[in-house]
């Protein structure tokens, strides 16, 4: 518990004001243990996405495959169709937290848009957000019901989805097919650096104990084509980030980026507080005449 408490109380401090997340008032012994694992996953299965994107950029790049649009675009979709076609269910869940990772950031951002925001490679956070759970509604809408229901998506969009979703799918598999080889390995070499920072560090054991890295070896290790040697690699950067550098055949996640989405966690667990906090107040402030005033609106409006 103390190792997870850690990963938690630097979104609370200097980590907070370094990527501009704002801390709210609450201490990392304040959160509960069932926050602490919620906390936990939501790092984890954001690193999932990201890297499955990153993937993405190095297939176009090692198989020299076609992309019309945008590759930003093309290669969150292939993140999410491999993680949403995966048998494992927990690959699946990741696309919840994913899209999440996602509000949390347009909502951390408000409403400070400009000009470098719209000219961008990627799309604007909340439309990623929803393009993630549109994909969701597509590939399999009643697995995904409770989640997709709770952000009030129409019903009209969630039928659009299915085909949309399909001929993503299609598409992605019909340009590896080419490059599918069942008897072909190749071999990864992942490497978690250490973070040298006592704050980022809890944030590289975190990954490694969840074999965040090595879940692109996992998918791609066996039955494609690619050449040996592409490196898989956590590491401090400087920055909240992470890339695929074709030059040196490197995928990189940073640690700093791990960081981030647990300030982001810190910040939405505060804001549940204040609020759970401010219901007490207005109910304990109540007098008892108010109370049944209260309770005889609600026997009207029952009636």
Not at 19 to 24: D, E, H, K, W
Not at 120 to 140: E, F, K, N, P
Request: glycine content about 6%.
């Amino acid at each position: 518990m103390t190792f997870l408490r850690a990963c938690f109380a630097i979104g609370l401090a200097s980590l907070a004001a370094l990527l501009a997340v704002p801390a709210p008032g609450v201490q990392a012994d304040d959160l509960t243990p069932e926050q602490i694992k919620e906390g936990q996953r939501f790092i984890v299965n954001n690193a999932l996405f990201i890297l499955f994107h990153e993937s993405g950029h190095m297939l176009v790049s090692e198989l020299e495959l076609p992309v019309l649009g945008r590759e930003e675009d093309a290669v969150d979709a292939l993140s999410s169709v491999m993680l949403l076609e995966s048998e494992d269910d927990e690959l699946k869940a990741a696309m919840q937290d994913a899209a999440d990772g996602w509000f949390l950031i347009d909502e951390a951002n408000g409403d400070a848009l400009d000009d470098s925001d719209f000219l961008d490679t990627h799309g604007l956070d909340r439309q990623r957000a929803y393009s993630i759970v549109c994909m969701m509604a597509g590939a399999d809408a009643d697995y995904f019901k409770v989640f997709i229901d709770s952000l009030d998506f129409p019903a009209e969009r969630r039928e659009e989805c299915v085909d949309e979703y399909a001929k993503t799918r299609d598409s992605w598999f019909g340009l590896l097919e080419a490059h599918e080889d069942d008897k072909k390995t190749t071999k990864f070499t992942v490497t978690y650096e250490p973070a040298n920072n006592a704050d980022l560090q809890p944030f590289a054991d975190l990954l490694k104990e969840n074999q965040v890295l090595e879940s692109i070896e996992a998918t791609y290790g066996e039955g494609y084509d690619i050449p040996d040697g592409i490196k898989v690699t956590g590491k401090t950067c400087g920055t909240e980030n992470a890339f695929w550098n074709p030059a040196d055949r490197e995928i990189t996640y940073c640690y700093e980026m791990a960081a981030y989405h647990a300030a982001l966690m810190v910040n939405y667990f505060g804001n549940q507080n204040a609020t759970a906090n401010e219901d007490v107040e207005q109910a304990e402030s109540e007098t008892p005449e108010a109370e049944a005033n209260s309770n005889s609106v609600k026997l009207k409006l029952k009636d």
